[in-house]
């Protein structure tokens, strides 16, 4: 009589185990979400502006035409630099509106 309980229940145990490889596998999937990340446009590696040497107030203290001009001249190139800078900046950051 033991032995019969013992058969029957490995019976059940058998087919309970024997279904569940009946079942269909969940279908696994890897999806690949690309999502844009905000960067600043400015780089980190731009300094800040320089101090330009034809303010106002150093044109005005300068003594003659000819050191006013020299100063104008210093302005102008450090001027050109920037903008450069500037430029080169820019040109890596994105349309706005294409």
């Known amino acids: 009589m033991r ?6 229940g490995l ?3 058998t087919s309970i185990l024997s279904g569940c490889g009946d079942r269909p596998r969940p ?3 890897y999806v690949t979400v690309n999502v844009p990340v905000p960067q ?3 780089p980190a590696t731009l300094g800040e502006a320089p101090d330009y040497p034809d303010t106002d107030a150093k044109l005005l203290a300068a003594v003659d035409a000819a050191e006013r001009y020299l100063l104008i001249a ?3 190139a450090l001027r050109i630099a ?3 800078e500037l430029e080169t900046a820019v040109a ?3 349309k706005v509106g294409q």
Not at 3 to 8: D, E, G, V
């Open 27 to 29: 279908e696994i999937r």
């Open 74 to 76: 210093a302005g102008r």
């Open 82 to 84: 920037r903008n450069n």
């Open 92 to 94: 890596g950051c994105p």
């Open 3 to 8: 032995f019969l309980a013992i058969m029957f």
């Open 11 to 13: 019976m059940f145990v």
């Open 40 to 42: 600043p446009c400015v």
